[in-house]
């Protein structure tokens, strides 16, 4: 080998360098449903979802998802399609020569909108997607799974385990009809979950008497969560806890609206069930507030709302310094595309105390991936093993649910 052609071949990599980001596009895409989703004000039967696909010069392709809610960020997919579009993520990137380069460039992602919030949270769904997106290209690179980034990243707080565990999801029993509800909780015993969670505070609905039957059918050894979401005023709570005690629930899930978070530093000490936080906990000033102000004994941390791994994995680990309780929760319609890094997060974390997600196959009546990682029974799922998020998504399955897009060439 001549030293002129060991240049030129050196050259050759270098210029060819397949790591460079050449294109990425924006799907807004809506998921069918199995069945209705009822909120206060309206229903649906699709789930609105933000899809991000990176691809690079070395012809690897990688998706992330985000779940733009306006009453949980603010966001909607508008808003996530036009804080993401003014962006020049291939510059951002740059070319990574490695997995490490790339988490610590992933780690200092920011988006202006995020960044000059107090709360902040305005771009986080958007800010998730783009970033699973790029770890999952990434991770297909360079040959690692996600949780191999998530092993890399070096959080104050965050314990990691040295091998991915398969993880144990809870079951939800959504608000519905009377009969469809105690049909559900006779399904999650059978099915042997260990925890459950159920709605509270809908409107027309007696809490008493329904989490009195739930308690019944699953038994005592069941954990049973509430959740309010954000439905009792601050001068309620204390009496409607104190009529649902006495079924031993685990805890108490945002009871109060985010306007009053700060009465649950008084109630906190009289409730006698420990309390959650899931619409007051999105972005990292709300982590530090939940903790400054002793408004929360858990926090429900959401991939999307969040802002992604990386955010997430902060406020776990302010969590885990300041002693508060974590769950790793999930948006419901969300696809395959979070299931999985949800998957990974929580097979490589420790102290999660309740995983919720890979409810896949349970709410969607169409996913994106050719694999089903929907839990099993017990709301046991395996640790995946990658590259990237470990699945392989249908570019078709996305472009039939997609209802506008939006390219962004880097070339
Ligand atoms: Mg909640």
Known sequence: LTRHQFDSGRAAVVTSSGARIRRITLFRIAVPLKKEVKHASHSRT????????????????????????????????GSAFAMLRVHDWARIVGQPRDLAELVSRVAELNLPEIESDPR?????????????????????????????????????????RSS???????????????????????????YGFRDVKTKVGVAGQHDERRIAIFRKLMGPWVDLRLDANEAWPAAEVLDRVASLRRFSPSLIEQPVPHAE???????????????MLDESLCGYPDAVAAARYATADMLNVRLSKCGGVIPSLRIIGLAVRKGLGLQLGCHPG?????????????SRVEGLSYVEGSYDRHILKQNVSREDVTFGYGGWAPPLPGPGLGIQVDASAVEAMATERCELDYD
């Open 46 to 77: 699709a789930s609105e979802n933000l899809v991000v696909r990176v691809e690079l010069a070395g012809g690897q392709v990688g998706y992330g998802e985000g779940v733009p809610r306006p009453y949980v960020t603010g966001e909607t997919v």
């Open 120 to 160: 902040g949270m305005a771009g986080n769904a958007a800010r998730c997607a783009v970033e699973l997106a790029i770890l999952d290209v990434y991770g297909r690179y360079f040959g690692e799974p996600l949780g191999k980034a998530i092993d890399l990243a070096s959080i104050p707080g965050v314990v990691k």
């Open 261 to 275: 978070v700060r009465s649950l530093t008084a109630l906190r000490r009289q409730l006698g069930v420990p309390v």
């Open 334 to 346: 969300e696809t395959a595309i979070l299931s999985a890094a949800g998957r990974h997060l929580a």
């Open 164 to 190: 991915a565990v398969k993880v144990r999801y809870g079951a939800a029993i959504t608000a519905e009809s009377r009969r469809k509800e105690i049909r559900s909780a006779i399904k999650f015993r059978l």
